[in-house]
């Protein structure tokens, strides 16, 4: 084809693009794909009957403050690569304070703990499903991301996929936080963050792949 | 006659509106640019250069969301094709050489900051006269090494090293401006 035929293809399709074209599409990514995460919840694992209660109190909170925090700071690295000309990221060691916040919580509860407590607080009832749930749930949010980056076009693929994998792991943390009755920092810190560092690694793993343009 | 940057970029705020008019000559007026950011490159793969240019219009046009209004417009449609080319390397696998992978990289770096905010001169007076001299022929009046060299009576070597000295003197300088 003839470049002048190509511009006038181009040209013959000048749809007004959005403000913030970007933003938008991540958000739509996002909230579709956490529509589907919330549904998958609903049907299969169903929220903590005590959730109202739940939400009144420090563990509830001390879990989403640490995932979405996490959420919010990937979310915005996510936007940040998915320019071209994104510049370099120095504030990316940020997305470890909330884990070492979230350690030190952990080691005040294990120091007032008694050490044959220490088990409990650390396995809970569930670690042995906690982060494969959480990484399995982050899988229709990653796919929304995808979808939202047909459009957008990053330059860093291997770190793209790996930010937009911990941004679908995180947002997965969350939600699923609305199901899981754990209490224990201990426990969070271990086992939310496995399934975040999973879906974050697989991210890595399949960026380059599916993000290319 | 080369469109400034102050152009192109109202046409690409026209083009994200919707006026087709704006947008046709935008892209018109980036065949040319893109064609000698290429060719630069390409050492002269006519076929190449023009399937590259092709791409990057594509890939300007899916992905012209991506473009924030209130920057620099030309550093991004380069960044498009510098992406573009480094991708169709890695999919030939072709052994082309790139003079100066690392002077490519860190002049593009210093266009933006420089269209940004400097005054080429002003930054120029600082460097000794050769490196400004041959940062001034290569990366502002847009000449080859081999141009640049012959006018200047250096060896393309002697030119290659003055323009990667001074632009790292330069990137100096603007880390610590900051």
Known sequence: ?213 | MRASEEQLRIWMIGGLDGDADAYTALLGALVPLLRSFFGRRLRGAADDVEDLVQETLMAIHTRRGTYDRSRPFVAWAYAVARYKMIDQFRRTRHMIQIEGLEEILVAEGFEDACAARMDIDRLLDGLSPKQARAIRDTKVDGLSIAEAAQSAGLSDADIKVSVHRGLKALAARLRGER
């Open chain 1, 1 to 213: 084809m003839q470049t002048d035929d190509l511009i006038r293809a181009l040209a013959g399709d000048t749809r007004p693009v959005p403000r913030h074209a970007v933003e938008r599409r991540v958000g739509i990514g996002l909230v579709f794909g956490g529509i589907v995460t919330l549904a998958t919840i609903a049907a299969t694992l169903g929220f903590r009957p005590d959730l109202d209660m739940a939400m009144q109190a420090f563990p509830f909170w001390m879990k989403w403050g640490y995932t979405l925090s996490l959420g919010i700071g990937a979310i915005v690295a996510t936007l940040h690569l998915a320019r071209p000309n994104a510049e370099r990221i120095d504030w990316l060691w940020l997305l470890a304070v909330p884990l070492l916040l979230l350690l030190a919580v952990a080691a005040s509860e294990l120091i007032r703990t008694p050490v044959d407590g220490w088990q409990r607080l650390w396995l809970g009832h569930s670690w042995t499903r906690c982060s494969m749930l959480v990484a399995g749930l982050s899988v229709p949010l990653f796919i929304g991301l995808l979808w939202a980056f047909r459009r957008l076009a990053p330059t860093r693929l291997r770190l793209t996929g790996a930010m937009a994998g911990l941004t679908s792991g995180a947002c997965a943390a969350t939600l699923y936080g609305l199901h899981c009755p754990e209490a224990s920092a201990t426990f969070v810190v271990s086992w939310y963050t496995l399934g975040m560092a999973l879906a974050m690694l697989g991210g890595a793993l399949i960026g380059p792949r599916f993000l290319r343009w």
